[in-house]
């Protein structure tokens, strides 16, 4: 997988995942992806920085499961912000970039 990086807004990047069929809310199964997270594979990841506190960083994840479903998973990016779920999926996208 080749991770693609695309600057925009939150709400941007939300917009062109979902026009690309990308609708599940995958931040409801957080559980689901600590347990089991080679079900899940990283499609696309959208990297929005704040103007002017580096606390408005997020990133937003295209996924899609090993069942085909297709959606979103959005997480802050600052150390103390950072899910146990979003922690999981940084892995996945840097694991990812080595193959």
Do not use: C, W
Not at 72 to 82: D, L, P, Y
């Amino acid at each position: 997988m080749k991770n693609r990086y695309h600057y925009a807004s939150v709400s941007k990047a939300l917009e062109e995942l979902k026009a690309k069929g990308f609708t599940v809310d995958f931040n409801l199964l957080e559980e689901d992806i600590m347990k089991h997270p080679d079900n899940y594979e990283i499609v696309e990841i959208y990297r929005y920085e704040g103007d002017s506190n580096p606390d408005d960083e997020s990133v937003v994840f295209g996924i899609k499961s090993n069942t085909g479903e297709q959606g979103v998973f959005v997480a802050g990016f600052s150390a103390n912000s950072e899910s146990e779920a979003a922690k999981v999926l940084h892995e996945l996208s840097i694991r990812g970039n080595k193959h």
